[in-house]
């Protein structure tokens, strides 16, 4: 019986691309895929170039300054020199400051100036590390980027590489040189991340008060036994005492006055020195240096807190509540204890609370509102009656510093970054290495010479591929099944025609499932490890202030005595070891927010880039490329328009700076009452307002990443636009649209599915299980006139859908029921690709495309 060729409408395109056509046309074999039956027109530089003269590469009125500036060359000349810049200011200011400042002290002076200037100067270090990193993580995707060459290579063994995001996957099949720069670079921005945010710190000025519990005759030269203080102090260590606990008020317990002051017999000892220095002290009384007279609850309320303008004081004390007697009735011993205040401990101090006082003095509204709860104040069992203050005023003794050790950390990465970067634009470029950068990139390659390997694959997705590798087997669709171990270099095979299926997929399907997990998941445990963090913050306020509520008028990153700490063996480590690990705990929460975000620039990335490819199915647009010829558009961005890229980076800022606001190094320099230098410390400070901040910040975050999710690609495209051998497969080109690269394009059905008639076929031969049927043609598809199958045609037992066709030649078999007889057919697959062609159709929903 003579075959009868049912043919599908088309859909008539609107406009025309060029105005005057180039006509391809084809009536005769299977294999060729360009359109049956019907003119075609394509784009060409012959015909547009008098028209539209850039279209022509090589026409002079194309070699314009932005197509120069968006070669690929000149932006790497621009990563060159912008880490070239950096490195220089770098080491000028790494210099200048070394030899322009005493003791690293850039400032010294005015403590708002000083927090001006330190602010300024974090400003700068940031628009400098974003430079830096900018150019870093540039020229980092070049050097992943595969070549034409390598992508090829990949294919031939069954695998495929990413194209147009960050990608770990490419660095086994790239060159080693570019291997090695790209783990180079990496390796090189870890100190940056840890470090840069810390060479310059404020410090923060304190008094180191010295206390002296006196008698009253020790105001007017009384008798001072040395001596006799230390062995009463001594003993007192080990006299019980009731009161309550110094960090759990309301809890009244029985303990020692050496159990609540922390202090042994050999720190009495040393602490009260000799005679000569008690006397001074009384010459100071004499002199007027103690001139601040304050009442016990005035003198509580002062030192209640390590800061202020507050030094050493004279506390009077004429009554021994543990001996409940006067001293001055035991001796003539003026001189009753003395101890220093040096540190940063907040409330307490071990002298102003413990159990030797029944109050939480941590509530001065309190006592002020009722004097009569602190009328039995009293230091190491000394009631106090009143006290004697000096004053020394830190307010212009404010530091801005910076390490030098850190700076010459940065300038050395610095140079090893800015090395590498050059190298990398050298061997790019003397190598005459071209990646595809983007998947524009990729098209363009793919239209300019189509790859063989992956014809008649124009609807495979990702998952097809894949899906058989999680399950430890060979695709069977694409691959051979001679089994490696035999050592058979395995073939792509050519695959069954798959049926379109016009489903606008949400966004989650245009990355893989391992993505989404582990960008969500380590958000999700980093935003509960700072919530973690701030219920200790919080926990830490209750127990200086004694109230939680306090945390919030502290001020966003200011430093308090009530919001700090030092972390275990730091507490008597050197003054270096304290600060570099105070300095990396803190820029940690730095760094691992740079490697979420790493993650998360590359999932954005991947649905940005399916979005982008499925607006090809839309209608045509110019190939957005990294290096522009004809019509193709220039990019100023990988594969993040700056919609989106420019919103991120300054949330991304933002939330580093908040970090940078919520858990920092505190350097304190503790000055004498004379106002000389007398020692340096440095702890952790936490502030609670950067904490929320930043919690709130990473969690908009990760819900606007979980909010594009739920957006849907229009284009009806396969997706996994980065997947090489998908975007390879969606550019086999008809025969005739061979300068389709250059021109905008768009993707759709070029040839739709046709129906030869091969005669009866038995009852028998048709397939009863629905489940193993697929839908070939559906009730819509007429024959211009002829015929109706006006019932679903369906291949015979295939069990998947994806069985391979022996001796493929783009025809199947199939039977249709056509009202009582069965007739058998042959089916001619249609096929979708890129193409300038005007006569593009939509893809008809459960017909076959190869």
């Known amino acids: 019986m003579e075959s009868t060729e049912i043919d599908q409408p088309t859909r008539k395109a609107k406009g025309a691309l060029i105005p005057s056509p180039q006509i391809a046309e084809s009536r005769s074999g299977s294999d060729s895929i360009t359109p049956i039956g019907r003119l075609d027109i394509f784009a060409s530089r012959e015909l547009l170039s008098p028209f539209i003269p850039k279209s022509d590469p090589e026409h002079p009125l194309a070699r314009t300054f932005g197509v120069w500036h968006a070669k690929l060359n000149i932006l790497l000349l621009q990563a060159c020199i912008t880490s070239s ?313 404010c530091s801005v510093e910076f390490s030098f050790p850190i700076m010459i950390i940065v300038c050395i990465v610095n140079a090893i970054k800015c090395a590498s970067i050059i190298l990398a634009a050298s061997y790019l470029i003397q190598t005459g290495h071209k990646p595809l950068v983007t998947i524009g990139d990729a098209i363009a390659s793919y239209l300019k010479q189509p790859e063989p390997q992956t014809a008649h694959m124009c609807l495979v997705t990702r998952n097809q591929l894949l899906e058989p590798r999680a399950r430890g087997q060979v695709p069977k669709l694409f691959c051979s099944k001679t089994r490696r171990s035999e050592g058979v270099l395995q073939e792509w095979l050519q695959p069954t025609p798959l049926n379109y299926k016009q489903d606008y997929q949400i966004w989650f399907k245009g990355a893989s499932r391992r993505s989404w997990i582990l960008t969500i998941l380590s958000s999700l445990l980093f935003i509960l490890v700072g919530i973690g963090f701030l219920g200790f913050t919080l926990y830490q306020t209750r127990l200086t202030t004694g109230f939680i509520g306090d945390s919030v008028s502290f001020g966003f990153g200011t430093v308090h005595a009530e919001t700090q700490g030092r972390m275990g063996a730091l507490w008597n480590a050197p003054y270096a070891a304290a600060f570099f690990c105070y300095i990396l705990f803190a820029n940690l929460w730095q760094f691992i927010t740079s490697a979420i975000h790493f993650h998360c620039n590359s999932l954005v990335t991947t649905l940005l880039a399916n979005m982008e490819w499925q607006n090809y199915g839309i209608k045509k647009r110019s190939l957005r490329v990294s290096s522009p010829v004809g019509l193709q558009r220039s990019t100023y961005f990988i594969s993040l328009p700056w919609k989106y890229g420019l919103p991120q980076m300054m949330a991304v800022s933002f939330l580093h700076w908040t970090l940078s606001q919520s858990v920092f190094a505190v350097p304190v320099e503790m000055y004498s009452s004379d106002g000389s230098f007398s020692g340096r410390f440095t702890t952790m400070g936490y502030s609670f307002w950067p904490i929320v901040t930043s919690i709130i910040s990473g969690t908009v975050m990760i819900a606007t990443l979980l909010g594009l999710g739920f957006r849907r690609y229009k284009g009806g495209m396969p997706l996994n636009a980065t997947c090489s051998v998908i975007n390879s497969a969606a550019c086999h080109r008809p025969d005739g649209d061979k300068e389709a690269y250059l021109f905008p394009v768009q993707w759709g059905a070029v040839l739709q599915p046709k129906l030869r008639d091969l005669g ?79 006569n593009i159709d939509t893809p008809k929903a459960g017909l076959l495309y190869d």
Request: net charge negative; hydrophobic share 40%; proline share 4%.
């Open 85 to 397: 810049l950096v490195l220089i200011l770098n080491i000028i200011g790494t210099i200048l400051m070394n030899v322009n400042s005493e003791n690293s002290e850039i400032f010294h002076g005015d403590c708002g100036t000083s927090a001006k200037i330190s602010s300024g100067l974090h400003v700068l270090i940031n628009i400098l590390s974003t430079l830096l990193l900018g150019a870093s993580n540039f020229s980092m995707q070049l050097l992943a980027a595969p070549s034409r060459t390598e992508v090829d290579a990949a294919h031939q063994t069954q695998n495929w590489l990413d194209i147009g995001v960050p990608s770990l996957r490419n660095l086994k099949h790239i060159a080693k040189c570019r291997r090695f720069l790209w783990w180079a670079l990496v390796v090189s921005s870890t100190p940056l991340h840890f470090l840069y945010n810390s060479a310059i710190l404020s410090t923060l000025p304190l008094n180191s008060s010295t206390l002296f519990v006196v008698t009253p005759a020790f105001l007017s030269g009384g008798n001072i036994d040395v001596n006799a203080t230390t062995a009463t102090a001594t003993r007192r260590l080990s006299m019980e005492v009731k009161g309550a606990l110094q960090l759990s008020p309301g809890e009244i317990v029985n303990t020692t006055l050496g159990a609540s002051w922390g202090v042994n017999s050999w720190q009495i000892q040393s602490g009260i020195k000799n005679a000569t220095w008690i006397r001074q002290v009384q010459e100071k009384v004499a002199a007027g240096v103690f001139s601040r007279p304050l009442t016990a609850i005035e003198c509580l309320t002062s030192y209640q807190s390590p800061t202020g303008d507050h030094s050493d004081v004279i506390m009077v004390s004429t009554y021994d509540t543990v001996m409940d007697i006067d001293p001055r009735v035991l001796s003539n011993n003026t001189f009753l204890f003395v101890w220093g205040m040096y540190g940063f401990g907040g409330p307490g101090n071990y002298w102003e609370c413990g159990p030797s006082n029944s109050f939480d003095c941590r509530k001065p509204d309190i006592w002020k509102s009722d004097p009569s709860i602190v009328q039995d104040w009293n230091v190491y069992g000394y009631k106090i009656d009143y006290c004697l203050s000096s004053v020394n005023n830190l307010s212009k003794m």
């Open 760 to 838: 009866q076929a038995p009852n028998s031969a048709l397939t009863t299980n629905n489940e193993d049927a697929i839908a070939i043609i559906g009730e819509d598809n007429t024959n211009r006139g002829e015929q109706k199958a006006d019932e679903v045609v369906v291949m015979r037992a295939p069990n998947t859908g994806y069985e391979r066709l022996e001796n493929y030649n783009r025809t199947c078999e199939v039977v249709v029921q056509d009202k009582s007889d069965y007739k058998k057919l042959n089916i001619v697959p249609g096929h979708c690709c890129f193409t300038t062609s005007r």
